[in-house]
């Protein structure tokens, strides 16, 4: 936004420059005469007419420079670069100190049209005369430094091999601004028809992407536009921008919609403190559901569009926050898509150096929580044109975007292509699973919750669907996580993954069947962790430990049988007194909880109750357990 107010300015300073001139390069009359016709005509911006009489100025008198220089302005405001940068050339030809603003312009034009070096160049020249202003001396610096990383960048291409994903996706019609569930059953996209941006969703069947249909006509709109949105990882929640509508708080506001069953409920906007009386768009969810980054062009921020962030909390969405220099510059950042990871942003810009226009970055989250200064995606990804829209799939190996001139099906087609291993994420994998009962095997509704053993911090907290008993929640390799779902009247369900040291090959997908609170019944804790061959609890067990302590607080009546188990490797009296101990450690755990002590047995099994058998390493894993039994109601 502001390159292309710098370059209105530029153009309309200039030709007040050259109205006012009262003595000219020509003494030709019928040259000044049109020269002056054309500025007139410039004043009602009437840029085709001007451009006649500037012609036919330069027919009078080929070294009128004026006329040149203003030709050439006119082109360039018109985004007619090639004619603009032919007439600038002109014009130094002439007199190579005619106007030290011609350096600037051209050099401009030169970046837009890809002709790097030649623009360095001239910007070099431009930046040696004395007193330039500060803006114009950090606009040329800013180009030149474009200049620099597109010669190097040109010369080492990073690979690009993008595919048109085909007449399912894409039409005559423009397609653009794709994102897909984690799962990648579901990819939703915004077409542009007559002019009217909706909705659109293809699902995957069989490794093959349907055709794409109408979303619903409940967040679709014949009046208004729908676009720039962002898809929970689930696919069960739809964050999006409508711009100009009634409920809205400004010209473009943020809005929710929740999936309900087969359709979706009514959209709803997300108010105070994220939208305002401004422009609010492009949303992007992160996987947790808490964070959400968002572009606007509020007050505080270091440019024309900036990105933020705002926080969910207990009391709604928090303060936003501008993500800061390293990310937003005093020109556009625009089109942010977090990856399922939450460390790895991807944007575009046109203040960072670049290729011209709007080129992509991406950006990591240090170990400080501070985002990295970005990294510019390359060559051929990045061209002189303006790129935006990029999303990845959950595992950071493919990207989605669109283009218009890669001779598709017409308008924008949406391409996607495998990204370059530097340029990649975190791995992320998911796990899928559906919570039935386990006697009637009717899908429950029930709390999810997925907890970061090391730091016992929840990373996902949310319900399976109450319709389906689904739900999905997405996996950062590297980190040890415990799964916990828990329902009124259930024992819960506990599950590791554990993705430390090693990076899963496939998604996790289960079937939990709940089963009610009755004696007999166990639970195995299998967040429980112990070293080897000692009792002491680890403090990855804490998530765990106090999910035990609240299941028996909100079950005052129970009583349960703590009870520890081992292989059957090494000595087994050995192995009854360490599983005995183990189960003690819980039992001491729960008791300075506050959970009484009338309530709780503990007793060591050992070997003695097996359920894998001991023949690999994998079923011993299973077999060095501790769980609990409901003993009495």
């Not at 992407?209 to 014949?222: G, M, R, V």
């Not at 998604?507 to 804790?525: A, D, Q, R």
Request: proline share 5%; charged share 20%; aromatic share 12%.
């Amino acid at each position: 936004m502001r390159v292309i107010f710098f370059s209105v300015l530029l153009l309309f300073l200039s030709v007040f420059a050259f109205a006012q001139q009262k003595q000219y390069s020509t003494t030709d009359r019928e040259a000044i005469k049109n020269f002056a016709l054309a500025n007139q005509s410039l004043d009602d911006h009437m840029f085709d007419d001007a451009i006649q009489l500037l012609q036919k100025a330069i027919e009078s008198d080929g070294n009128f420079i004026e006329a040149h220089a203003q030709l050439a302005d006119v082109y360039r405001i018109m985004r007619n670069y090639k004619p603009a940068i032919d007439q600038y050339l002109k014009v130094i030809e002439l007199n190579p100190d005619f106007n030290r603003s011609v350096y600037l312009k051209i050099g401009e034009e030169e970046v837009n049209t890809a002709q790097y070096a030649a623009g360095e160049k001239h910007l070099e020249k431009y930046i040696t005369y004395p007193n330039i202003t500060a803006p114009n001396m950090a606009y040329a610096q800013k180009l030149i430094a474009d200049c620099t990383f597109s010669i190097q960048a040109i010369a080492h291409p990073v690979p690009f091999k993008p595919i048109n994903m085909g007449p399912e996706i894409n039409t005559a019609d423009d397609e653009y601004l794709p994102v897909a569930t984690a799962d990648e059953s579901m990819l939703l996209f915004t077409r542009k028809i007559n002019n009217n941006e909706d909705f659109y969703k293809s699902l995957k069947l069989d490794g093959k992407w349907q055709t794409a249909t109408y979303l619903s006509n409940q967040i679709n709109t014949p009046q208004y536009n729908e676009g720039a949105e962002s898809i929970s990882q689930n696919g069960k929640y739809l964050f999006f921008t409508g711009c100009n509508r009634p409920d809205g708080l400004g010209r473009c506001d943020i809005y929710i919609a929740q999936k309900r069953g087969d359709d979706w409920g009514k959209p709803f906007d997300l108010s105070p403190p994220i939208n305002t009386s401004g422009w609010e768009s492009q949303p992007s969810i992160s996987a947790d559901g808490r964070t959400l980054y968002f572009v606007s062009n509020r007050k505080g921020g270091y440019g024309g569009y900036d990105i933020w962030k705002s926080t969910l909390t207990e009391k709604g969405w928090g303060e936003p926050e501008n993500l800061g220099p390293n990310i937003n510059t005093m020109y556009d950042e625009q089109s942010p898509f977090i990856h399922p990871d939450d460390s790895t942003l991807y944007f575009c810009s046109n203040g960072w150096p670049g290729l011209g226009g709007k080129d992509l970055f991406v950006s990591r989250l240090s170990k400080d929580g501070k985002w990295q200064k970005p990294e510019n995606l390359g060559y051929p990804i990045n061209s002189n044109g303006d790129e935006n829209g990029l999303s990845l799939t959950a595992n950071g190996s493919y990207a989605f975007f669109s283009s218009n001139n890669l001779n598709g099906y017409g308008g924008f087609d949406i391409y996607t292509f495998e990204l370059p291993p530097n340029l990649r994420p975190h791995l992320v994998t998911y796990v899928k699973g559906i919570v039935k009962d386990v006697k009637t095997l009717v899908p429950l509704e029930a709390a999810v919750e997925i907890i970061d053993l090391q730091k016992d911090q929840p990373v996902f907290q949310d319900y399976s669907d109450a319709r389906e008993g689904d739900f999905l929640a997405t996996l950062t390799s590297g980190k040890n996580y415990g799964l916990n779902i828990s329902k009124s009247g259930y024992l819960f369900y506990s599950a590791n993954f554990s993705l430390v040291g090693h990076e899963p090959k496939n998604p996790f997908e289960i079937t939990v069947l709940l089963e009610p609170i009755e004696v007999g019944n166990k639970v195995i804790l299998n967040n429980i962790f112990f070293n080897t061959n000692k009792f002491d609890l680890k403090d990855e067990s804490l998530a765990e430990l106090q999910q035990l302590v609240q299941f028996m607080t909100a079950n005052p009546t129970l009583h349960i049988e703590i009870s520890g188990h081992t292989d059957n490797v090494g000595n087994d009296e050995l192995n009854q007194t360490l599983s005995e101990s183990r189960a003690k450690a819980v039992y001491q755990y729960l008791i300075a909880n506050k959970i009484e002590a009338a309530r709780l047995v503990y007793k060591g099994y050992g070997k003695t109750q097996p359920i894998s058998p001991n023949t690999t390493d994998e079923d011993r894993k299973k077999n060095r357990r501790t769980e609990f039994k409901i003993i009495s109601k």
